[in-house]
């Protein structure tokens, strides 16, 4: 029978859609028809297909009918990487190949019209959907054969030609092609990338002892942080060295960062997984689709996302559009962003830290002491500015910290030189280690995305610390929200020093820590336990 | 398009060729030949044939190559509209209701060298 079924995979976010391509070869007005809701990007897969099986020698069937369906036919299918899918269906409904080598296995790659075979974004999803609906061989193009090969259980045959393609297809032995220029994306510039972080250590901020803590427990429970502060008085350089003390990403969490990456097309070739906490600082004159994800045609992933599991920078805060710190909102919350379409709702996940800075007023001098405070703001202004930084957004943050710029008596350090982050990391991580067992059979994996309600059932404060944060919210120095935030610190706290459950202590940091007053000197005594 | 050895004579005579020998498949076929290129002001009909109740217009397009795509790919949507309407227009000058009316395409590809391949397409679009 004329007819031939390839697979593959369309993506919806990081969800992905088997796709059967369906091929029809018959006695006919000559003619390839595609139907199945093809988006223009892949209507011209036509043209590709025909030339790359016309240049790689193989034989078109120009004398039939040929008709593709790619089915499901109510799913709107975008993108590129669908052309080797089609070219394979057609020559094994044609007979060039053997229909039945075609089982089981997933197609993934553009083609040149010479008949090379092209890097796609978002090959991990796919393999990975295409290996959860049961298929155990996929054909990728060769640069993408190790972002493949992270998918378990997965045959991965990395090709550079679709001549390639058919002779494994057919049993034969394998030609020599040439190699396919990688897509475009190559590093330019590395200025101030991610190798001058790594240069980057905790102990180089001398005098910070109460700033050095609170991100420490940050990091350790995945909370939101919010630094406040004049000019020069150390946010960003704080902020830079939190990827240095949060630890590996687990093996699930690597492989979500992984596959959002690879469908933001940030993946280079020899990248493999992505196993160390990302860092993200977009600008404050980003869009929303740029910091939540979105864009035209397929959905790309945000700075938001690409911060999975690792660090979201937002310095100057309070200039960023309205629209993007309210849009802010439900991702701090829920860990997820959501961008919904006409045809498709797509959720990412998007559980990074989120680090927010700001400056006490618009020209960043305002200090309370009169005697050294320089700002020419006008009140009006410094109100205007305070009034973003208090909004809804700021009541979903954990900690609030104030710095002031370093005098030179603090440089005197009260518990002896600054630690290294190397000391601080390993803290952390196993501050998270006992969050993960604690946690184990939950969706949620750190105090900071923990849901309230379900920490007071299960994990509540000891009494007399609940009664702490109790006078708190009675006496509005906490909001409900608020209160439930100082829960989820309070057990970090506690996971840090090593404690079964928070005391009275703990609960007291937590609560200068959500308010922004000075940790008690006790406090950061028992910072090491 | 045209080689320069290809003078019109030639092209016609290779025409004139294929049309034989669609003729002749279509007969040992069971069909009867009504008509021979038929022409009005609007075109030609290579071939008007009988198959049962059935009558049938067949385009035969005759081929020494395919350097310039195959025959098939020469029957576009514009001429397949083109021959149904001719269709009409034949019935009408012989005054004939026939109750179905077919397009058929006879694709016949004549190498200089070797044995020549034909191919019968029944009821294009």
């Not at chain 1, 092609?177 to 101030?192: D, E, K, N, Q, T």
């Not at chain 1, 020419?376 to 710029?405: F, K």
């Not at chain 1, 440089?411 to 946690?439: C, I, K």
């Not at chain 1, 439930?484 to 020093?497: F, K």
Request: hydrophobic share 40%; with cysteine; proline share 7%.
């Amino acid at each position: 029978m004329p007819f031939a079924t390839a697979h593959t995979v369309s993506l919806h976010g990081a969800l992905g859609h088997l796709i059967d391509v369906q091929t029809d070869v018959s006695p006919g007005q000559v003619g390839l028809t595609l139907v199945g809701r093809p988006d223009p990007s892949l209507n011209e897969a036509r043209d590709r297909c025909r030339m790359a099986v016309l240049n790689s020698r193989l034989e078109w069937p120009s004398t039939r009918r040929i008709t593709v369906l790619l089915s499901p036919a109510d799913l709107v299918k975008r993108g590129t990487h669908f052309d080797l899918a089609v070219a394979v269906s057609i020559l094994a409904a044609a007979g060039t190949v053997p229909p039945r080598a075609l089982a089981g296995t997933a197609f993934i790659g553009e083609l040149t019209l010479d008949g090379g075979l092209r890097s796609v974004p978002g090959v991990l999803p796919m393999v990975l959907a295409a290996a959860e609906r049961g298929l155990r061989r996929v054909f990728v193009p060769e640069p993408q054969a190790r972002e493949a090969a992270m998918v378990p259980g997965m045959t991965v045959i990395g090709m550079r030609s679709l001549g390639q393609v058919v002779a494994e297809l057919r049993g034969e032995e394998v030609p020599e092609a040439p190699p396919v220029a990688p897509m475009s994306g190559s590093r330019l510039l590395s200025w101030r990338g991610s190798e001058r972080r790594d240069e980057l250590d905790l102990s180089h901020l001398v005098g910070m002892a109460d700033a050095r803590y609170a991100v420490e427990i940050a990091a350790a429970g995945g909370h939101h942080l919010m630094l406040s502060g004049p000019k020069g008085s150390g946010k960003t350089s704080l902020a830079e060295r939190i990827p240095g003390i949060l630890p590996d990403l687990t093996p699930e969490e690597s492989l979500e960062l992984t596959a959002i990456h690879s469908l933001a097309g940030a993946l280079e070739p020899g990248d493999g997984m992505l196993v160390r906490p990302p860092w993200c600082a977009p600008h404050h004159d980003a869009s929303k689709t740029s910091l939540l994800g979105g864009g035209l045609g397929q959905v790309r992933p945000g700075e938001l996302s690409r911060a999975h599991a690792g660090v979201l920078f937002l310095d100057e805060f309070p200039l960023f559009r309205t629209d993007v710190i309210d849009a802010l909102r439900q991702p701090l919350e829920s860990g997820e962003v959501t961008v919904a379409r006409r045809d498709e709702s797509v959720t990412l996940p998007a559980r990074g830290m989120v680090v927010l800075a700001c400056n006490p007023c618009p020209c960043g001098e305002y200090t309370p002491q009169v005697s050294e405070n320089r700002c020419q703001c006008r009140e009006a202004q410094r109100r205007d500015y305070r009034a973003r930084i208090t909004g809804p957004v700021a009541d979903r943050i954990d900690i609030l910290r104030h710095l002031t710029p370093i005098r030179p008596h603090d440089r005197d350090d009260l518990f002896g030189p600054p630690e290294e982050s190397a000391a601080v990391r390993a803290r952390v991580e196993a501050a998270r280690l006992r969050q993960a067992e604690r946690y184990a059979g939950t969706s949620w994996r750190l105090n900071g995305q923990a849901p309230g309600p379900m920490l007071r059932e299960h994990w509540p404060l000891e009494r007399a610390g609940q009664s702490l944060v109790d006078d708190a919210a009675y006496t509005g120095r906490l909001t409900q929200r608020g209160a439930a935030r100082v829960h989820r610190v309070a057990w970090t706290v506690a996971d840090l020093r090593g404690l079964r459950q928070p005391g009275v202590a703990e609960v007291q940091t937590a609560l200068h820590l959500r308010t922004g007053e000075p940790l008690l000197l006790s406090a950061l005594e028992r910072r090491a336990g | 398009m045209m080689t320069g050895s290809a003078t019109a004579a030639s092209r016609q005579a290779l025409g004139a060729y294929g049309e034989r020998l669609a003729e002749r498949h279509l007969c040992a076929q069971g069909m009867v030949v009504l008509d021979r290129n038929w022409r009005c002001d609007e075109g030609e009909i290579d071939l008007v044939l009988r198959d049962g109740d059935v009558l049938v217009v067949c385009e035969v397009k005759t081929r020494s190559g395919v350097g310039c795509g195959t025959p098939h790919e020469a029957v576009t949507g514009v001429k397949l509209d083109r021959l149904r309407r001719l269709a009409e227009r034949w019935a009408g000058a012989h005054d004939l209701r026939p109750p179905e009316v077919r397009i058929d395409l006879v694709a016949v590809l004549r190498p200089l060298r070797g044995p020549s391949d034909l191919e019968h397409l029944r009821g294009l679009a």
